[in-house]
């Protein structure tokens, strides 16, 4: 999987430094000419596609492998739990509601699975991406580099404070969600009871105030989460948009550092390296979360 991870991110950096020789040495020079010939452009064009398809292809076989993966975590994880319950004494299940010992073996397990599927590959994946992309943007321009990383060191700040706000929210949504599993697997065992003794109205307003606690540590958790992303993607647009018009400024006064080639594909580089810190943003909640199951788990 971090082959195929390290692959799928090479690809897409030379990909976008491969841009910059297709402008400059391959569609500029045809530019106002009478009989232009297009086959060297079309092999160029063939060897771009190439390199992104190899990416395509690495990308696909780490998302399968990592499917299996975390199918098989979940399993064993599972399976050790239950082998687990086993051994407990009978005082433990006097004092936990089943239900919540429930919600650990469906909820708690599956966040894990999420994390291991989706956030850590992620995660994995935008980590190599920066690494080769901030590298590839060095090469192309050095002064583009540094304005992009300050926007960068902003973006990242600004995600620290709101995942600190989201992260004990998602713990207390998994534990009131496990509360309220247990009490809807005891209400339904004892309904019952519940009749014998007329206490219907009792049990709703129990209930109800268990579901509004759940309401409200997921209200809260996800308000965080979702105002991170797109304050990511509105960062990055405000860095394109500046990327655009410190290379053009460059381009003009000092033509010979940096040509149109150069700054199309440092945009593309610029891009290509924002997306995946906006990714491990987006990614801390997901981990946040599946490490309040696993807590409840172990």
């Known amino acids: 999987v971090c082959l195929c991870i390290l692959v799928s991110a090479l690809a897409g950096a030379a990909g976008s430094l491969f841009l910059r020789t297709l402008i400059d040495d391959y569609i500029t020079p045809l530019v106002g000419r009478s009989d232009p010939d297009f086959a060297p452009l079309l092999r160029a064009i063939l060897i771009m596609a190439g390199i992104y398809a190899a990416g395509v292809l690495a990308a696909f076989a780490q998302s399968r492998m990592m499917i299996v993966v975390s199918q098989d975590t979940q399993k064993r994880i599972r399976d050790d739990m239950f082998a687990a319950m086993q051994r407990l004494p009978l005082s433990y299940f006097d004092s936990h509601q089943h239900g919540d010992v429930m919600s650990r073996f469906t909820n708690d397990t599956d966040t894990l699975r999420q994390m291991l599927s989706q956030g850590v590959p992620q995660m994995l994946s935008s980590l190599a991406t920066i690494s080769v992309v901030f590298f590839a943007m060095l090469h192309v321009s050095l002064p583009l580099t540094g304005l992009v990383l300050v926007v960068v060191a902003l973006a990242l700040y600004a995600s620290r404070v709101i995942s600190r706000k989201s992260g004990g929210y998602f713990k207390e949504q998994q534990k009131t969600l496990g509360d ?4 809807v697997e005891e209400m339904m065992n004892g309904q019952k009871v519940v009749k014998v003794f007329s206490r219907e109205e009792a049990t709703l307003e129990r209930f109800g105030a268990l579901n509004q606690s ?52 440092f945009l593309q580089l610029s891009r290509s390296f924002s997306m ?13 979360q599946a490490l309040a199951g696993a807590e409840r788990i172990f």
């Open 214 to 265: 759940l309401f409200d540590s997921a209200a809260n958790a996800n308000k965080y989460a979702n105002i991170l992303m797109p304050l990511m993607i509105n960062m990055g647009n405000i860095q394109f948009v500046l990327v655009a018009v410190v290379g053009g400024v460059i381009a003009v006064t000092h033509p010979h550092t940096l040509t149109l080639g150069a700054i199309a594909s």
């Open 180 to 183: 309220v599993n247990g009490y």
């Open 276 to 288: 995946p810190v906006n990714q491990v943003s987006q990614q801390f909640n997901s981990v946040i």
